[in-house]
């Protein structure tokens, strides 16, 4: 089980934060969905619980995609929509609507390959799900996409959330839901069931579920709470099997992921004992490539010829200095000179299994170039570049001292080590960097900043070719939340979208106990100032944050962390103050 957190930041009026994976290759192509690039043109035959790939094929991120979903049923409100895609190919985001409001009920910003959504509706309706990009690139990559309705009710059996109010009205062979409906796992649940008959001493508790809406254990007490069985497995459905010492009182507790997901059950007694493990199996690839990594599948076999996956139950083991193995069964390969071999072990109840696999040596070759290191210089400042090569298998390596460095202005020098130095300029000067390694070039353009000068919002809104009915403070002429007093205060064009990664970034320090907001102020920006806020909830009040310290500055630029401790639960935003009076 995993600890999840989940930090949400608001700024201006109000951009959320929310804890937004993908699939293969950019393709070429637009997808089957088309067109659907508007909330009225949303693709709506996307059924409950199929990822896009089993409908009818993969989504392609050329522009904004919508899709439509309706909440019928009043009983199951709750959205869960899953996304799949490879950030290196670009990162996809995505967002949830109603038809009445323009604004997102909620968003997924973060750059990851695999992201969920989960919000709670307060009634039945259309709603629509946008997939783009924060920063409005297309890059044309993949993705994969589902959305599912999950019960958002409490279930007729509680409360049974602890051994003591256990639920005693279930009979046996009898399955739960013929009782008083499914139960719902938002909590532990606890039932009891009653063994009377001493020659029927086996007791086999049945739990039928989906392991897609969230993953659910079964665990065996007695009346005394001790732990007798928990066969737990990461698969649809759980089974316990279990030969209890004497009849009386035992305990079933459902248990886990707490996803609010739909589930059955039935007890049953039998005589005789159940079926024992007679040998366990390792499944998987043969061979491995190096600086990679394969699964591996442990399979248990039982002498009435059924099987069963018991991988994340397994204890896995290896024999090599050039892989390690993880607890599910992933093995991660290391470079190698030339193909070596390793023995993959396995061990679950008592039995012992080995197989065989070899690291293949791959021969790699430089594939391409890349230059890291600062956008902007400060006129007179100076930057170091870095030079990576990136090569067939995957790996990568600093060529910074190996390659040849240029320039195309007579405005910067850069030496052969990639320390780049600016000449003092009146104007901003646009600066192309370029290395070469072995047959290969790599290019960045770097913009060298003129020296700050104070300038009033006035004459910088008549810098951002903003319309005549767009000049004041709480104006968005670029229609992506932030108004124009805050762009102004963060050195932001008016004009251009911008996402809330241009204003801060978050920061967590579970060493301090606290989280925080990073945040920049333009020193030029002389009639506004920022200020960050924090509640308790979204209705308010907002309170200014107490712990506000500078943390750094440039010649453009002063930057200050805004901190909170993180038993502090709630949201945090930035304000645009006019220092002429009023909050934007």
Not at 158 to 176: H, K, R, S, V, Y
Not at 561 to 576: N, S
Request: with cysteine.
């Amino acid at each position: 089980m995993t600890m999840k957190w989940r930090i949400n930041i608001f700024l201006s009026c109000i951009i959320c934060f929310a804890v937004s994976a993908v699939h293969g290759a950019k393709p070429l192509s637009d997808d089957a969905y088309e067109p659907n690039n508007t909330l009225n043109e949303a693709y709506a035959n996307l059924p409950s619980g199929i990822w896009l790939s089993e409908h009818d094929g993969l989504g392609i991120h050329n522009d904004d995609d919508w899709y439509l979903v309706e909440l019928a049923d009043s009983d199951k409100l709750r959205i869960l929509v899953e996304c799949k895609h490879t950030v290196a190919d670009g990162d996809i985001d995505f967002e949830i609507y109603d038809s009445y409001n323009s604004e997102p009920l909620q968003q997924v910003w973060t750059a990851k390959d695999y992201e969920t959504l989960d919000y709670t509706a307060s009634q039945t309706g259309i709603y629509y799900i946008k997939v783009l990009s924060r920063d409005g690139t297309a890059d044309g990559n993949s993705y994969d996409l589902r959305w599912k309705s999950l019960p958002t009710v409490d279930d007729a059996y509680e409360p049974n959330d602890t051994l003591a109010e256990a639920f005693t009205g279930l009979t046996e062979g009898i399955w739960l839901s013929s009782v008083n409906g499914s139960g719902f796992q938002r909590d532990d649940d606890w039932y009891r069931v009653q063994l009377s008959d001493p020659e029927k001493l086996r007791l086999v508790v049945d739990c039928t579920f989906l392991q897609s809406e969230g993953d659910i254990d079964l665990v065996l007490y007695d009346a005394n709470e001790i732990q007798l069985d928990y066969p737990w497995s990461s698969t649809d459905n759980e089974q316990i099997d279990y030969i209890v010492p004497a009849i009386g009182y035992y305990y079933v507790k459902i248990c886990f992921g707490n996803a609010g997901n739909a589930y059955d059950l039935r007890w049953t007694t039998l005589a005789g004992t159940p079926p024992s493990l007679t040998h366990i199996t390792i499944d998987g690839p043969d061979s491995v490539n190096e600086n990679s990594t394969a699964a591996y599948i442990c399979t248990a076999h039982y002498s009435d010829n059924s099987s069963q996956n018991v991988t994340t139950s397994t204890q896995w083991g290896e024999n090599s200095s050039y892989t390690t193995i993880s607890s599910g069964g992933i093995l991660t390969t290391l470079s190698v000179l030339i193909d070596q071999t390793v023995t993959v072990s396995a061990s679950f109840g008592g039995m012992n299994a080995a197989k065989s696999v070899t690291i293949t040596d791959v021969q790699s070759v430089l594939s391409d170039l890349t230059i890291s290191g600062s956008d902007e210089i400060i006129s007179g400042g100076s930057a170091q570049y870095v030079c990576t090569a990136h090569y067939s298998d995957g790996t990568s390596t600093d060529v910074t001292d190996q390659s040849s460095w240029s320039e195309n202005s007579s405005a910067a020098a850069i030496t052969g080590d990639g320390y780049l130095t600016a000449s003092e300029v009146t104007s901003d000067t646009l600066v192309t960097v370029t290395a070469s390694f072995s047959g290969l070039t790599a290019e960045k353009d770097v913009i060298i900043r003129s020296a700050v000068e104070s300038v009033a919002y006035f004459d910088w809104v008549l810098g951002q070719n903003i319309t005549d009915f767009m000049y004041a403070h709480e104006d968005q002429p670029a229609g992506d939340g932030i108004p124009n007093l805050l762009k102004y205060a963060c050195q932001l064009p008016a004009m251009e979208y911008c996402s809330t990664t241009n204003l801060m970034t978050v920061v967590i320090d579970r060493s301090s106990g606290s989280y925080a907001i990073r945040y920049r102020i333009w020193k030029s920006a002389v009639e506004a100032e920022i200020v960050p806020l924090f509640a308790f909830s979204l209705e308010g009040p907002w309170y200014p944050v107490e712990i506000s310290t500078k943390i750094g500055e440039d010649d453009a630029m002063e930057y200050r962390q805004a901190t909170i401790p993180l038993m502090d639960k709630g949201f945090m935003r930035l304000q645009a103050v006019s220092v002429g009076g009023g909050v934007m």
